[in-house]
């Protein structure tokens, strides 16, 4: 069974309900970005962001590839979630809800989950020209410098995910 959110999560009481290994389809608003602008984020370089609200959002850990003709955006695959866990307190103290890549992610982060009422997500790896059907509008936000790792908002619907750590600190592996 599929579970349909919505973002920004308007509901505090939805994410506790999600237990590891459910199927859930992302409606609504995510936040692409991966390693540098989570390096901004944490050296606190974020004069670009002070008029975006993050609370209740998603972050997709995505470098999305050039675009091509006939499409919003290029290749839309999650990046290796790990080499976001030394900044990923940072991003959470910003209010996000909801983080989604591919991959393993540290005890630290399934601590995290518990204690900022998170949940982590993953999508399928290797499928990012296919994962691009889902993506409904894209916005260059902030860090237009960083090329492909600029931050960007997307629109997405029926989004594919399954829960790999709930806001429990409980993770899909052992």
């Known amino acids: 069974m599929d579970i349909a959110i919505s973002l920004p999560i308007k509901d505090e009481t ?5 237990t590891i290994g459910d199927k859930i389809r992302v409606n609504g608003e995510l936040f692409l970005f991966r390693d540098q602008v989570h390096k ?5 370089d974020t004069d670009q962001l002070d ?3 993050f609370l209740g959002s998603g972050v ?8 091509k003709e006939g499409f919003l955006i290029g290749s839309f695959g999650p990046t290796s979630s790990y080499r976001m866990d030394k900044y990923t307190e940072y991003v959470l103290k910003l209010g996000f809800k909801v983080m989604i890549g591919k ?7 399934a601590l995290l989950c518990k204690k900022y009422n998170a949940i982590y997500v993953i999508t399928y790896g290797g499928c990012g020209a296919l994962l691009n ?3 409904k509008e894209v916005k260059l936000l902030a860090y237009q410098n960083l090329g492909t790792e600029a931050m960007q908002r997307v629109l997405v619907k029926d989004f594919p995910g399954y829960v790999a750590i709930d806001t429990f600190g409980n993770k899909l592996w052992k």
């Open 14 to 18: 939805l994410l506790p309900k999600l």
């Open 133 to 135: 059907q889902y993506v």
């Open 51 to 53: 008029s975006i609200n």
């Open 103 to 109: 991959g393993y992610r540290s005890d630290d982060i």
């Open 40 to 44: 901004k984020i944490a050296e606190n």
């Open 60 to 67: 997709y850990y995505c470098a999305p590839t050039p675009v």
